[in-house]
C-alpha cells in the first residue's frame, strides 16, 4: 500500500507532497482509496461533503466502529501524517480477517476530505462540514490563492457543492471512531514507547493579521517619510515567540502575503497569518492578547493601519474517557500500560468529538518533525500501530 500510494502528489523539488483539497493529486488519492476498498470486497460511498466511506457491513445498523484519517497534505508535506491512519485502518482489517474474528458491529474506513486546509485555508473541512460545525453558507465564502471558491473547485472535481452541508443521519449511525495518526512530537521516543493514546487536543486557531501601510519607492522614500507595514509585521513576529514563551503555548507565522511584492518597492500591505496553540484557554487567550496589544502598538508607531481576523478556532477537546479507558485496557494485554498524552494538532477525531464518541491512537515520531518532507515513522513501529489498532477494532466491533 506505502508502495502504490507514495507517489501520489509528491514533489521532486522538496520530496515533500502537495496533496491539495479537489486537485489532481487528491483525485488521484481518493481513486488509491476506493481501489483498497473495493480489493477488500468493501462498499464505498461518497457522502454529501466528499468525504468517502469504506464499508463492512450494513452501514444503516448503527452503532458502527468506525476508523481512518485524511490522505491531504499541508504543502511540502511529510507521507505519514494523515495517511498512516488510513494505510493502517486497511491494514487492521486485513489483520482482522487473519485472525478469523466475526463481527458484531458494522466497520467503516474513512478518508476525510481537505482535514490540512492547505488549498482554503481553514482545517477539518470535511468533518466540520458532516457536524454541522461549517456551515453551506461559510463554506460557499472559501477561497483559494487564486481566487477558486470552494464550490468552484468541488464542481470542477466533479462533485456537487449543492449537497454539501450537516450530516446527523450519518454520523448517528457512527458508536466509535478511532483514528491512528503519526505522533507529531517526541512524547513516544522520549519514554521508548511505541504507541500512545491521545487524552485532549489543546486549544487552537488562525488568525490574519493585515497591516496597511503605503506603498513607495524603496530607492527614493526617506526612511522618516515611510509608512513600512513590514516593520510591524515583523515585530509582531518578535512579540508572538516572546509571548508563546511566556504562556507554555506555541505561535507561528508560517504564511505571509505582501503586496505588490516589488523588490524595490515599500510594501503597501503585509498579511500574516498567526497559527496559535496553548495548553488551556486561559494561556491561549494570554497569548493571543499579548501578541494583539504588541501588534497594536508596533502598527501605530510606523503610521500603519491594522486589522486582526479570527478565521478558525476549536477550543479544547478531551476525548471521551469511557472510550479511552476501554481502548487502554484492550491493549494492556498486548502492550502492557500504554502512555496517554495530549496533543497540540488538530485533527478530525477533535472535530467529531462533539457529535460521536471518539478517540486517537499515536504511533512514536523517533524526530517529532511533521508537516515536513522529514517526517518519519520506523516500519515496526508503523507494524505496532497496526497491531494495536487492529486489537482496538477487535475489542470494540467483535466482542
Given at each position: 500500500?506505502?508502495?502504490?500510494?507514495r507517489p501520489?502528489?509528491?514533489?521532486?523539488?522538496?520530496?515533500?507532497y502537495?496533496?491539495?483539497?479537489?486537485?489532481?493529486?487528491d483525485?488521484?488519492c481518493?481513486l488509491?482509496?476506493?481501489?483498497?476498498?473495493?480489493?477488500?470486497?468493501?462498499?464505498v460511498?461518497?457522502?454529501r461533503?466528499?468525504?468517502?466511506?469504506?464499508?463492512?457491513?450494513d452501514?444503516?445498523?448503527?452503532?458502527?466502529?468506525?476508523?481512518?484519517?485524511h490522505l491531504?497534505?499541508?504543502?511540502d508535506?511529510?507521507?505519514f501524517?494523515?495517511?498512516?491512519?488510513?494505510?493502517?485502518?486497511?491494514a487492521?482489517?486485513?489483520?482482522?480477517?487473519a485472525?478469523?474474528?466475526?463481527?458484531?458491529?458494522p466497520?467503516?474506513?474513512?478518508?476525510?476530505?481537505?482535514?490540512?486546509?492547505?488549498?482554503?485555508?481553514?482545517a477539518c473541512?470535511?468533518?466540520?462540514?458532516?457536524?454541522?460545525?461549517?456551515?453551506?453558507?461559510?463554506?460557499?465564502?472559501?477561497r483559494?490563492?487564486?481566487?477558486?471558491?470552494?464550490?468552484?473547485?468541488?464542481?470542477?472535481?466533479?462533485?456537487?457543492?449543492?449537497?454539501?452541508?450537516?450530516?446527523?443521519?450519518?454520523?448517528?449511525?457512527?458508536?466509535?471512531?478511532v483514528?491512528?495518526?503519526?505522533?507529531?512530537?517526541r512524547?513516544?521516543?522520549?519514554?521508548?514507547?511505541?504507541?500512545?493514546?491521545?487524552?485532549?487536543?489543546?486549544p487552537?486557531?488562525?488568525?490574519?493579521?493585515?497591516?496597511?501601510g503605503?506603498?513607495?519607492?524603496?530607492?527614493?522614500?526617506?526612511?522618516?517619510?515611510?509608512?513600512?507595514?513590514?516593520?510591524?509585521?515583523?515585530?509582531?513576529?518578535?512579540?508572538?515567540?516572546?509571548e508563546?514563551?511566556?504562556?507554555?503555548?506555541?505561535a507561528?507565522?508560517?504564511k505571509i502575503?505582501?503586496?505588490?511584492?516589488?523588490?524595490?518597492?515599500?510594501?503597501?500591505?503585509?498579511r500574516?497569518?498567526?497559527?496559535?496553540?496553548?495548553?488551556?484557554q486561559?494561556?491561549?487567550?494570554?497569548?493571543?492578547?499579548?501578541i494583539?496589544?504588541?501588534?497594536?502598538?508596533?502598527?501605530?508607531?510606523?503610521?500603519?493601519?491594522?486589522?486582526?481576523?479570527?478565521e478558525?478556532?476549536?477550543?479544547?477537546?478531551?476525548?471521551?474517557?469511557?472510550?479511552?479507558?476501554?481502548?487502554?485496557?484492550?491493549?494492556a494485554?498486548?502492550?502492557?500500560?500504554?502512555?496517554?498524552l495530549?496533543?497540540?494538532?488538530?485533527?478530525?477525531?477533535?472535530?467529531?468529538s462533539?457529535?460521536?464518541?471518539?478517540?486517537?491512537?499515536?504511533?512514536?515520531?523517533?524526530?517529532?518533525?511533521?508537516?515536513?518532507?522529514?517526517?518519519?515513522?520506523?516500519?515496526?513501529?508503523?507494524?505496532?500501530?497496526v497491531?494495536?489498532?487492529?486489537?482496538?477494532?477487535e475489542?470494540?466491533?467483535?466482542?
Amino acid at each position: 500500500m506505502w508502495r502504490s500510494l507514495r507517489p501520489i502528489g509528491r514533489s521532486d523539488a522538496s520530496g515533500g507532497y502537495r496533496r491539495y483539497a479537489w486537485t489532481g493529486a487528491d483525485a488521484d488519492c481518493r481513486l488509491w482509496f476506493r481501489m483498497q476498498a473495493e480489493a477488500r470486497r468493501l462498499d464505498v460511498e461518497t457522502d454529501r461533503n466528499g468525504n468517502q466511506w469504506a464499508w463492512l457491513g450494513d452501514p444503516t445498523a448503527g452503532n458502527a466502529v468506525v476508523t481512518g484519517s485524511h490522505l491531504d497534505s499541508v504543502p511540502d508535506g511529510g507521507a505519514f501524517d494523515g495517511p498512516l491512519g488510513v494505510v493502517s485502518a486497511f491494514a487492521a482489517l486485513d489483520e482482522l480477517r487473519a485472525r478469523g474474528v466475526s463481527f458484531r458491529r458494522p466497520l467503516a474506513i474513512v478518508n476525510f476530505g481537505d482535514e490540512e486546509g492547505a488549498r482554503f485555508g481553514l482545517a477539518c473541512v470535511g468533518s466540520r462540514l458532516a457536524s454541522g460545525q461549517l456551515t453551506k453558507e461559510k463554506a460557499y465564502e472559501l477561497r483559494d490563492g487564486d481566487g477558486i471558491s470552494l464550490p468552484h473547485a468541488m464542481e470542477a472535481a466533479g462533485y456537487d457543492p449543492e449537497t454539501i452541508g450537516a450530516d446527523p443521519e450519518r454520523l448517528a449511525r457512527i458508536g466509535a471512531f478511532v483514528e491512528l495518526h503519526v505522533e507529531q512530537g517526541r512524547a513516544l521516543d522520549l519514554t521508548g514507547d511505541p504507541v500512545g493514546i491521545a487524552s485532549a487536543i489543546w486549544p487552537h486557531g488562525r488568525w490574519r493579521l493585515d497591516f496597511r501601510g503605503e506603498a513607495n519607492h524603496a530607492g527614493t522614500t526617506r526612511l522618516v517619510d515611510r509608512r513600512d507595514p513590514m516593520l510591524p509585521y515583523a515585530e509582531t513576529v518578535l512579540a508572538a515567540r516572546r509571548e508563546a514563551e511566556l504562556a507554555g503555548a506555541v505561535a507561528t507565522f508560517g504564511k505571509i502575503a505582501v503586496e505588490p511584492n516589488g523588490v524595490n518597492a515599500i510594501p503597501s500591505l503585509i498579511r500574516g497569518w498567526l497559527d496559535l496553540r496553548a495548553p488551556d484557554q486561559a494561556a491561549l487567550d494570554a497569548t493571543l492578547g499579548g501578541i494583539t496589544d504588541a501588534a497594536t502598538a508596533y502598527a501605530e508607531r510606523h503610521g500603519v493601519e491594522l486589522a486582526l481576523t479570527r478565521e478558525s478556532f476549536t477550543p479544547v477537546i478531551d476525548f471521551q474517557d469511557a472510550l479511552r479507558d476501554e481502548m487502554a485496557r484492550i491493549l494492556a494485554d498486548s502492550l502492557g500500560k500504554v502512555p496517554v498524552l495530549g496533543t497540540g494538532a488538530g485533527h478530525d477525531a477533535g472535530i467529531l468529538s462533539a457529535a460521536v464518541p471518539t478517540a486517537m491512537l499515536f504511533v512514536r515520531n523517533p524526530t517529532g518533525v511533521s508537516h515536513s518532507p522529514a517526517e518519519s515513522a520506523a516500519e515496526d513501529d508503523c507494524v505496532a500501530g497496526v497491531r494495536a489498532l487492529a486489537d482496538v477494532l477487535e475489542g470494540l466491533a467483535c466482542h
